[in-house]
């Protein structure tokens, strides 16, 4: 059964590292929401995420978790089962 899941912050360390974990099990339709802020080294974060971006189970979405606009977007446009929030802000 595929699981539907949205990380915020996917992009940082734990979020990366969490990202790499599901997509070796398998199963997961995983979508990421970060906005590479300067909190730490926005290069750092493209890295964490270079290897993600060719996988058809992972898809990026560049964005400010403040933006009650944009995730009311994202939210009406996925059905996800799970949120796992890892933003900073």
């Given at each position: 059964?595929?699981?539907r899941i949205l990380i915020t912050g996917g992009?940082?360390?734990?979020?990366?590292?969490?990202?790499?974990?599901?997509?070796?099990?398998?199963n997961w339709d995983i979508t990421v929401v970060d906005d590479f802020n300067?909190?730490?080294d926005p290069s750092i974060k493209r890295?964490?995420?270079s290897a993600h971006?060719?996988?058809p189970s992972y898809k990026l979405i560049?964005?400010?978790?403040r933006d009650?606009?944009?995730l009311t977007e994202i939210f009406a446009k996925n059905k996800f089962?799970?949120?796992?929030?890892?933003a900073a802000r």
């Open positions: 059964m595929l699981r992009a940082g360390f734990i979020g990366s590292h969490l990202v790499d974990r599901l997509l070796s099990e398998g300067d909190f730490y890295a964490n995420v971006l060719s996988n560049e964005c400010d978790i009650s606009g944009k089962d799970v949120v796992v929030h890892l």
